[in-house]
């Protein structure tokens, strides 16, 4: 009984620091019919659909016995082609191997991490199989020079966490850090830090926001969509929060915007911003549970 009792603990200890599903993120809509989705369907065998206006060629090449011999001779070269530049991120926290399309590349891998370069921008669809039957597909609106971040999970769907503007710094473990991020597993450091707003750039934009908007509700909608693409400080999240004028709507912004802080250690500032004492208690204790 004691050994059943420990492993219990043990189970829930680590259920609790496990990323939940749907805690994070904007759920994008499965379109893949019934019938898709029950017929295998392996890479090698899936039909392809050309972008003529894009490929410039308007016959498949043929191989004869020596690899060239038969083969539909077109010379439309095209050096220089410009469709926009975007990324897409993907990830699959779950065991199991799935592969994944998006537009004309395809990578297939246990590893749960896809990464996909050279897109072009505009609407793009992404597909993921598991096991050779396809499970999801949907359609992705890709920006220029924009990296699209996702998590997929395949009881709950997929989710975007983020969009944010390119700023030609990578490497492995930073690309790994906006995927923890929004799930509050990462406390200040990492890549996103870099995306924080400068003082000059937040002034700018703190400026404009108190001028065009007057009420709480356009000022959110202003700090919604910059959160979109920035990080901010605990100070500036500070001022965000005081230029709100009901604790109420304080406390729900101070909340959503927790997961955009770049020195977490330092969130306890925020709470200055609040005219009552039980929301800043009640900021806390969210904070204290993530």
Known sequence: MKKIFISWVLLAGISSFAQEAGKAGELLKNEASGTEMRTSKSPDERNKIVDRSRSGNTAIPQRGGNGFGNRIKNQNYQWDRNYGYAEVFLRIPEQGFFTVEVGDQMMSNGSGKYRFFDLSSGSMPISIYENGFLIYRTTLMLRNNNRMVLDFFTNEGLYLLDSYP????????????????????????????????????????????????????????????????????????????????????KLALAKSIYRNCVDKEHYFMVTDAFDFESSKRELMEYISKL
């Open 166 to 249: 390119l700023q030609n710094q990578y490497g492995f473990n930073d690309w790994n850090d906006i995927w923890n991020n929004p799930y509050g597993n990462q406390s200040g450091g990492g890549y996103l830090n870099g995306n924080a707003m400068d003082t000059q750039s937040f002034r700018h934009f703190f400026d404009t926001m108190m001028e065009n908007e007057r009420f709480d509700d356009g000022k959110i909608t202003m700090i919604n969509q910059q959160m979109r693409v920035s990080m901010f400080t605990a100070a500036q999240i500070r001022d965000l929060v005081k230029a709100i004028s009901f604790d109420n709507k």
